[in-house]
């Protein structure tokens, strides 16, 4: 069974910094893509940042120039860098592996969320 999971959420002032970590784990043939993904109390999930084993990213546009998505494949490891946060940042964050299991059948693993929270 694949499991991940998120630690690095708390309470950040605005224009403060947060780093979000998610590692990946169990039994599995490879992980594709990993992503972040954060959901506001009463509003819709959304795509924050993503990464592919290659490298290549994507980010929201209200990620663009403050948020950095980064991996280590070696530990199985995507982080979150989130600089110049602002209150509207304030989600719970979810992590997403993209993975091929033992029988190089595709699945999406989600972790339980980090609460993000930027307030004076």
């Known amino acids: 069974q694949v499991q991940v999971v998120e630690s690095g959420g708390g309470l950040v002032q605005p224009g403060g910094s947060l780093r979000l970590s998610c590692v990946v784990s169990?039994?599995?043939?490879?992980?594709?893509?990993m992503g972040w993904y954060r959901q506001a109390p009463g509003k819709q999930g959304d795509l924050v940042a993503a990464?592919?084993?290659?490298?290549?990213?994507n980010y929201a546009d209200s990620a663009k120039g403050r948020f950095t998505i980064s991996r280590d494949n070696a530990k199985n490891t995507v982080y979150l860098q989130m600089n110049r946060l602002k209150p509207e940042d304030t989600a719970v964050y979810y992590c997403?592996?993209?993975?091929?299991?033992?029988?190089?059948?595709?699945?999406?693993?989600w972790g339980q969320g980090t609460l993000v929270t930027v307030s004076s």
């Open positions: 169990g039994r599995y043939y490879s992980i594709y893509a």
């Open positions: 990464i592919t084993g290659g490298g290549s990213t």
């Open positions: 997403n592996a993209s993975i091929y299991d033992s029988l190089y059948r595709y699945l999406e693993v």
